[in-house]
Nanobody
């Protein structure tokens, strides 16, 4: 059984940093994807960044996220982290760790429907 547990959210001032962690376990497939999504109040869930279990290839939502956030993995994808720097109020939301049985190389973008497993989420609030 795949389990994903997030930690590290909190309240931070604009310009500050947070490190979100996802403890992942239970994958039996050797080639899968783990991603970070976020959902702001009243908005749809959106993909932020993803990483391949095969070779660590990464995807970022856009250039703004790529310039400020870094997704990484430790211990063979047992922990997937999202380092978020230069946070902006627009980054506020619930951040979810998600897992897909589909290879990162076969995914196009980050659609929630492509992900099979979800954590409960961790709240990130950025004050102005």
């Amino acid at each position: 059984e795949v389990q994903l547990v997030e930690s590290g959210g909190g309240l931070v001032q604009a310009g500050g940093s947070l490190r979100l962690s996802c403890a992942a376990s239970g994958f039996t497939n050797d080639d899968y994807t783990i991603g970070w999504f976020r959902q702001a109040p009243g908005k749809e869930r959106e993909g932020v960044a993803s990483i391949s279990s095969d070779d660590g290839s990464t995807y970022y939502k856009d250039s703004s996220v790529k310039d400020r956030f870094t997704i990484s993995s430790d211990n063979g994808m047992n922990t997937v982290s999202l380092h978020a720097n230069s946070l902006e109020p627009e980054d506020t939301g619930v951040y979810y760790c998600a897992g897909s049985e589909v290879s990162w190389f076969k995914l196009r973008g980050m659609k929630p429907s492509d992900y099979h497993y979800w954590g409960r989420g961790t709240q990130v609030t950025v004050s102005s």
